[in-house]
């Protein structure tokens, strides 16, 4: 799936691929999260081979061109978690809505790690 | 057998569809139950409708795709309340089918059916059913599957009208403000108008006003303003704000549009955002007018605002209803004819409810009139012993408090309604009223309408017989009998005679009528009144 809208030039598809690299950034540069976690066997494999999925520990699902978000993150030691994930999600659904135009309908944050 | 429409067929059954919407409006407006109108349902899909045509007239290209195209522009650009709106998305949905090929069948025309409810679904923010909504989507399910095998456009059009009919008449069992109402949903009633008109254009039968239901002709005339004013719905948003956004910015897409639907929904309620990148039309019920302007504004231009303020109106319409409802007490009096209607009102009855003999009206035509006057007690007139099991079951469905005087017929009515003085107190008014009915003897005059022997008398169709308590008199002159009906019920303590002549009685004749009793009884008042009644010549009334 893929969110498509269109404008009076034409139709505008954006894949899920390129939805989730985004999101992806947008949760890294969030302080308190220092890394994605995988959740995929794909991913895994990929990182045997020193490769770094570009949408490692984001799961994206659209329905209806909209998106519901999966975010699976490793928290640095010692930051509250509960302002950490509030400004996750806020920040993710912010920064989507804003730089793909789509809606995004849900962010759930499930934190897989601690940092030490 | 109509299997095929072409273009110009499309045209004439839309314009059909609107003047059978034209001559039906004021029956879909009087279904209207909700006590803030923001316009009323038949009115608005009318406004919709003609809208919808006049762009099409505009059209002169005889391609089915224009044409529908600008059916669905027109509908969406003159698309007014919620009912309006609605209609217009149904016919979107229609058009976006039926543009496909250069004609329609009966199945393209289901599967429009079909579309339109899908599109209508999607714009209402919380489908409630038993609306406009169930009966589309309902009919165009069933269309489906009818076009499988029927591909007679005229023969498909029965079956879907009946298919209709059935859900229209069970709106009220999904929707408990319609059923409290007695109404079925006026939205719904005007999708069916709108389904005929196509029909009738097809069938080439004429447009017809619809008749008042059968079995219940208490329907009543004054319909304008039959609202339940015992219960007043609190106003959450305040300002029924309504625009259309136009000439919108180049980059915005279609989710900006869902965004702003979103948004909207946050601030308010009734929500509806329905359009393409050319037009949006926006109705919101908000307290917040300004932000949702604002959030158009980001779109595009804003055109024709509208903005409301529904608390006014309300504020207003309770003023009005208090200076209505000052009234302790009133009476309803179920009645036939004209003259005895009239009769009833100057009496001081503030309602009637047409029944009687041949016609008894049900109880949720008592129980509307009754909620209507907004009065706390209301008498209520029977007239009829056929009628007062209704009018008690009446008492458990409002909240005014219902008396019933067990009136029997009409002259014990009208002596009760005599006796009512509007100062006295319920109880003083429930006596004086009971025992003036009881006081007073009633006779009829009628005709026999089959052969049979009563009362030791053999009658035949086409008889006059007179009545007091049981036939007392059979003739073929209505005047006699009335003078024979009159000779049993007078007595010595008799002082007034009065006769209140039906329709099918001259004002001469019942005044010749008067003047030959007054001859048999001269120390007696006669009086002749013009009832207008059906069926019987004369009610006779002795005090």
């Known amino acids: 799936m893929a969110l498509n809208t269109s404008n009076i030039y034409g139709n505008i598809t954006i894949s899920d691929d390129a939805v989730a690299m985004l999101i992806r950034k947008i949760a890294l540069e969030c302080y308190g999260v220092v890394d994605l976690a995988s959740r995929r066997l794909s991913d895994s494999l990929l990182e045997l081979f020193n490769r770094v999925p570009v949408t490692k520990g984001v799961k994206l699902v659209t329905m209806d061109n909209r998106a519901f978000v999966d975010l699976y993150v490793i928290l640095k030691d010692g930051v509250n978690r509960e302002a950490v994930v509030s400004s996750l999600k806020a920040s993710v659904q912010y920064n989507v809505e804003h730089l793909t135009g789509m809606r995004v309908k849900s962010v759930n944050v499930h934190i897989v790690g601690v940092k030490l | ?543």
Not at chain 2, 49 to 77: F, H, N, P, T, W
Not at chain 2, 351 to 362: E, F, H, K, L, R
Not at chain 2, 383 to 401: C, V
């Open chain 2, 1 to 543: 057998m109509i299997t095929i429409l072409n273009d110009i067929d499309v045209r004439n059954i839309f314009a059909g569809a609107g003047v059978n919407l034209e001559i039906n409006k004021s029956h879909i407006d009087s279904l209207n139950v909700f006590p803030v109108p923001d316009g009323d349902t038949g009115t608005n899909m009318l406004l919709t409708l003609s809208s919808a045509l006049r762009e099409m007239e505009s059209v002169q290209s005889s391609s089915l795709a224009d044409i529908c195209q600008a059916i669905s522009k027109g509908a969406l650009k003159g698309a007014r309340g919620n009912s309006g709106v609605i209609l217009s998305q149904i016919f979107k949905g229609m058009t976006q089918v039926m543009s496909e090929g250069n004609t329609v069948n009966t199945k393209s025309f289901a599967k429009a059916l079909k579309r339109g409810a899908e599109v209508a679904y999607d714009v209402v923010t919380h489908p409630k059913e038993g609306t406009i909504l169930t009966v589309v989507r309902m009919v165009g399910e069933y269309a489906v599957k009818v076009a499988n095998k029927q591909s007679d456009f005229l023969e498909f059009f029965r079956k879907i009208l009946q298919k209709g009919e059935e859900v229209l008449a069970s709106t009220p069992e999904m929707l408990p403000v319609l059923k409290k109402a007695g109404v079925v949903d006026a939205g719904g009633k005007g999708l069916l108008v709108i389904l005929y008109g196509m029909y009738n254009t097809l069938a080439g039968i004429d447009m017809q006003p619809i008749e008042q239901e059968e079995g219940a002709p208490g329907t009543p005339k004054q319909t304008e303003f039959q609202i339940d004013k015992h219960n007043l719905e609190e106003i959450n948003f305040a300002y029924c704000t309504e625009f259309f956004v136009i000439n919108l910015n180049k980059t915005t897409t279609i989710s900006d549009i869902d965004k702003l639907r979103d948004k909207l929904n946050e601030i308010g309620d009734s929500v509806i955002v329905v359009g393409d990148l050319e037009l949006v039309k926006v109705h919101v019920h908000t307290n917040n007018p300004d932000k949702a302007l604002g959030y158009a504004l980001t779109l595009g231009e804003l055109d024709k605002p509208k903005i409301e303020n529904m608390l006014q109106q309300s504020r207003e319409f309770k003023k009005e209803l208090e200076r209505v409802s000052l009234k302790e007490q009133a009476i309803v009096a179920v009645c036939t004819g004209e003259g005895i209607d009239s009769i009833f009102r100057e009496l001081g009855a503030e309602a009637t409810i047409c029944g009687g003999q041949t016609m008894n009206p049900s109880v949720a035509d008592i129980v509307n009139i009754v909620d209507s006057i907004g009065a706390k007690n209301v008498f209520v007139l029977p007239n009829n012993s056929n009628i007062i099991l209704a009018a008690e079951q009446a008492k458990e469905l409002t909240r005014a408090n219902i008396v019933v005087i067990a009136t029997k017929n009409i002259p014990q009515g009208i002596a009760a309604a005599i006796n009512f003085n509007p100062e006295a107190s319920i109880e003083e008014n429930t006596r004086a009223m009971q025992k003036a009915a009881e006081n007073v003897r009633a006779g009829q005059v009628t005709h026999a309408v089959r052969d049979t022997e009563m009362d030791g008398l053999e009658l035949q169709t086409g008889d006059i017989i007179g009545i007091y308590k049981q036939i007392v008199a059979k003739g073929s002159d209505p005047d006699e009998v009335a003078i024979e009906v009159a000779g049993k019920m007078t007595d010595d303590s008799t002082a007034v005679i009065t006769l209140y002549y039906g329709e099918d009685i001259t004002e001469e004749r019942a005044n010749a009528l008067v003047e030959k009793l007054q001859g048999l009884y001269p120390f007696y008042d006669v009086m002749a009144y013009y009832g207008g009644q059906s069926h019987y010549y004369y009610y006779i009334s002795v005090e």
